[in-house]
């Protein structure tokens, strides 16, 4: 009896016509293709989704994140997977220990996306397909909301990004999880199940295991309701970045107070986080940005001091101009 088809696959070749369509890029541009194997049940979905599509040019990398006793574990797990079926495996091993004020799932996820990077650049891969799924998509918007987050936290998760010079690819946020588990198992492929994923003292897994189940109980189906709330809010978003650009195309970057000044609030407030992001990667809470907005629209002579904090810098004025000043001293941007 022959095995059955693969949800990920369909999913994964709408993703490939697309992004190259959109690029113009050929079919053999994504060789070879690196999958972000945890050996979870999404990401060996997906990887077996991407060998079933490339059987010669697919790479496994896996992170050991060095956290849980388990993690050795999942190691063994993806060797002896890779290896049953004939895939190329990376792995590296990194401590993703968090800093004061920073979340642990913040920390482990950047630590991740920074080894994904160089370990597929180091083996010339194209792209990183990543396993995040529907219900990843939901969770996401939910504790977006719960956080108060504006349209780049409403926005989601992009099927496609860049990071660190590489272009990362998520083709399955339209397939639940359950559709990939069911195939999973009717397949008989095995997979490692993340104890921590149970553990309610991460908000992500009370959103999962309290909030999720209840949103399905009085909306049937919400996810991809959910994944086009999403997409609207990344829509808009869009058009307020290329609003920034041609509002700081006139205050210059980094942006003069003047020029600034010229704008409404809610333009410098677009502009200022549009500027923040882009050189510097960081974003200015509500409190920090209305103080921010406060300080420009006082600044009306030579001796006016602006100094907020922002993340772990500081917004400083620089004769007309303001400059984002980076910690331990390195020069403002």
Excluded at 21 to 31: E, F, R
Excluded at 114 to 131: K, R
Excluded at 303 to 311: E, L, Y
Aim: charged share 15%.
């Amino acid at each position: 009896m022959p095995a059955p088809a693969n949800p990920c696959e369909q999913a994964l070749a709408a993703w490939c016509a697309h992004w190259l369509s959109a690029s113009g890029a050929a079919h053999t541009s994504l060789k070879p293709v690196a999958v972000a194997y945890s050996a979870g049940a999404d990401s060996t979905a997906l990887l077996m989704a991407a060998k079933q599509r490339w059987p010669d040019s697919v790479l496994a990398l896996h992170v050991h994140h060095g956290l849980q006793a388990a993690a050795d574990g999942f190691e063994a797990h993806a060797r002896d997977f890779c290896a049953l079926h004939g895939i190329s495996l990376r792995v590296e091993h990194v401590q993703a220990a968090h800093a004061p004020g920073q979340s642990p799932e913040d920390a482990a996820r950047d630590v991740r996306y920074t080894t994904l990077a160089g370990m597929a650049q180091q083996m010339g891969a194209s792209v990183v397909l990543l396993g995040q799924h529907a219900d990843d998509q939901a969770e996401t918007l939910l504790l977006a909301l719960s956080r108060g987050a504006g349209l780049p936290g409403l926005a989601a998760m992009p099927d496609r990004f860049q990071r660190h010079g590489v272009v990362f690819g998520r083709p399955l946020l339209g397939l639940p999880s359950r559709v990939l588990r069911a195939w999973l198992g009717a397949a008989g492929h095995a997979f490692v199940d993340d104890p921590s994923n149970t553990d309610l003292r991460y908000t992500r897994n009370r959103i999962r295991a309290i909030l999720m189940p209840a949103w399905e109980a009085c909306f049937p189906g919400f996810r991809p309701l959910l994944a086009r709330s999403a997409g609207h809010a990344a829509q808009a978003q869009t058009l307020l970045d290329d609003l920034a650009r041609i509002d700081l195309a006139q205050t210059g970057m980094p942006p003069s107070i003047t020029g600034l000044q010229s704008l409404g609030r809610d333009r410098q407030a677009n502009a200022l986080r549009h500027w923040l992001r882009c050189s510097a990667g960081v974003a200015a809470s509500t409190a920090q940005l209305d103080e921010l907005l406060d300080q420009v629209a006082d600044c009306r002579t030579r001796g006016h001091r602006i100094r907020i904090k922002v993340a772990s810098g500081f917004v400083t004025r620089d004769g007309g101009h303001l400059a984002f000043a980076s910690p331990a001293g390195t020069s403002p941007i």
